[in-house]
């Protein structure tokens, strides 16, 4: 593990990802690790949240990191790989604010279709409820170092104000000189000198994956109803409409 990312999620932290791999740092684990292989990976973060983290196992021949869950305990990975840097990406208060409100926050707390449909998927899928709970708990929870407590983030300035405390005690617990602050407006140059690659000849990628987060959740909670009514409803509609021949 060479490059540890520490920002929030919703601060580009797919392109971060890619950007890693493509300077040479790949591959790079991220949330989709997770949700790849999800009794794999929850076994080992819940592991990681009961004080029994197994990094090896976790990362593997990842030589890079970012977004949640492995942003969340970055102090911890830094002690572990005592020769990784690490790269805290931000964003504008307003921009950050506006995204958390439009995906993750709306997901877990919001009066949305997104968390109606989450809610009735954790009811009948106990690997969606694991997952949930556990990043409820590593996000929100009371003294677990994320960006609690959930109360204060129901309005912009307590969502933006928490966005703040984390970033200062990223800044304040790794040593300036393994820390870069990094917008990823910024580009490539600040990021490739940081990391001491050769800036590539192409542009930055710029992921804007906000309507693929929806798509993502939504589609998989469809799948997940769809399915509990193939199995439960259908057969009973089925044997109604032979009684009615």
């Known amino acids: 593990m060479k490059v540890i990312g520490a920002g929030l999620p919703r601060t ?19 949330m989709r690790d997770v949700l790849m ?75 949305s279709v997104m968390h109606h449909m989450c809610m009735a998927r954790a009811a009948l899928d106990p690997l969606w409820r694991r997952f949930m709970d556990l990043m409820i708990h590593m996000t929100w929870a009371e003294g677990t170092g994320g960006l609690e407590p959930p109360q204060d983030t129901y309005t912009d300035e307590g969502l933006a104000a928490a966005m703040d405390r984390w970033n ?46 929806k798509e993502g959740i939504l589609g998989g909670a469809i799948t997940v109803v769809n399915e509990w009514w193939d199995q439960r409803e259908r057969p009973a509609l089925g044997l109604h409409a032979a009684s009615l021949e």
């Open 12 to 30: 580009a932290t797919t392109t971060q990802a890619i950007a890693f791999e493509k300077l040479g740092f790949g591959p790079c684990y991220h």
């Open 37 to 111: 292989d999800m009794d794999k990976g929850l076994t080992l973060w819940e592991a990681v949240a009961r004080g029994e983290p197994d990094w090896e196992t976790i990362f593997g021949d990842a030589a890079s990191t970012c977004d949640w869950p492995a942003a969340r305990y970055y102090k911890e990975l830094l002690e572990h790989y005592p020769d990784s840097k690490v790269v805290l990406s931000v964003r504008s208060p307003e921009g950050w604010v506006r995204s958390m409100r439009d995906t993750i926050w709306s997901m877990y707390f919001g009066d």
């Open 168 to 213: 200062e005690r990223v800044k304040r617990d790794v040593p300036a000189d393994r820390l870069l602050v990094w917008e990823p407006r910024e580009g490539w140059a600040p990021l490739c000198d940081f990391l001491e690659v050769t800036v590539p000849d192409e542009p930055l990628p710029n992921v804007n994956d906000t309507a693929a987060f």
